[in-house]
């Protein structure tokens, strides 16, 4: 079903055709900026431009596949707004059109009472966000949730959930184009650069070089935001550094061992919310995933290499003051790349009853960090402009949650912004 509406969406004026808004990116972020845009503009025509030859085929379709609530975030900030109430939109437009996902609830599991004070600060953090549900439940409770998980106290959050994110991405491009005729979607054509012809910007791609021209463009390049920002001349003095996060998955004989999500109390020194549980859509569960910096912003094999992108990353400051930070935790999140006995270990401490054989090895993935010169990767969700163009410059964890959220504000920010 699916390949024949793809072929149908992948209709597509000629080169040099001029559009009213181009979206570079067909991650969910671009596909929900291409759905909030064409809603709030029904009459413009839009195009969508995604270099691989289908949607979400990086970040997005790599996940966990967690529809997270704004448990984590700074009060405030435009991740945890938006989380939430992209959260509360992604649910809404999974019911709405059959979506397959399941809000099913999550445990944050404190093991020892050295981390109980990090779990109320978590309580408390989602209290002020306005987390609806949050609970705080003892070792007994927890049991009766997940009877094989081990931990003296936890925090219950029944409204995080999981989604099938690319079902979710291809939907809003299909619902997207269908509100406008001279809307397209063009897949298989790298974005390369961008020139300024009056009014307008030439995006120029790989396999159309005369370029197609916008009245504006949406930038959502994921793992290569900086390298297009610049291109289109945001001055921009971070880089975007990629690390890969392996997966494991249950056993069939071990997936009885995990009911819901299961996630431990993050470490507050450690920029990474550590390896969890996560039972996705389509029955399977996984377990991870750890962090390890990659030598590949697109490489999801564990001795994938690209000069180009190495030589940037080793090249900027900000990532050997976030190595200097963190060594200690970067050490053992390599060790655990390359052993599974050391992976099972971690797991352990939440389930105690796993062993080997209840694992098998599963997919990776690669998750942008925009970051600071000074290593700092905690920077919220970052979005720039040039004179008539917009830049999603950083949007990692929780932006495919929040993804809905985050078009409908770039899609106020057009309103403001954009002139037709």
Known sequence: MWRRTFVAMSTLKS?????????????????????????????????????????????????????????????????????????????????????????????????????????????????????????????????????HCKGIAALHVPCTGIIDYRAATRKMVELAQAMQPNSHLRLGDEVLN??????????????????????????????????????????????????????????????????HLIYPVPNPDFPFLGVHFTRMTDGEIECGPNAVFTFKREGYGKTDFDWKDTKEALGYGGTWKLFMNNMAFGINEYRRAFSKRLFLKTLQRMIPELTMDDLRPGRSGVRALLLSQDGDTRDDFRISYTDRNIHVLNAPSPAATAALAIGDHIAELAVERFTF
Do not use: W
Not at 50 to 79: D, R
Not at 93 to 102: E, N, S, T, Y
Not at 228 to 236: F, I, P, T
């Open 15 to 147: 080169p040099n055709a001029s559009y009213d808004i181009i979206i570079v990116g067909g991650g969910i972020v671009g596909a929900a900026t291409f759905y909030q845009l064409q809603l709030r503009f029904p009459n413009r025509s839009l195009l969508l431009i995604e270099k691989e030859k289908e949607l979400a085929h990086h970040q997005t379709g790599n996940n966990s596949g967690v529809i997270h609530s704004g448990l984590y975030y700074p009060p405030g900030s435009l991740k945890a707004k938006n989380c939430v109430d992209g959260r509360r939109a992604l649910v809404k437009f999974a019911q709405d059109h059959g979506i397959p996902h399941d809000v099913c609830g999550k445990v944050v599991v404190a093991v020892d009472e050295s981390e109980l004070p990090m779990l109320e600060r978590i309580e408390g953090i989602g209290q002020k966000n306005e987390i609806e549900g949050l609970e705080r439940i003892t070792g007994d409770q927890l049991r009766e949730i997940e009877p």
């Open 194 to 259: 961008f020139d300024r012809d009056g009014d307008e910007t030439i995006v120029r791609t790989a396999s159309a070089p005369e370029g197609f021209r916008g009245k504006h463009v949406v930038v959502c390049g994921g793992l290569q935001a900086d390298r297009l920002a610049r291109k289109d001349g945001v001055d921009l003095k971070e880089r975007v550094v990629g690390f890969r996060g392996d997966y494991y998955e249950l056993t069939d004989q071990a997936k009885h061992k995990v009911k």
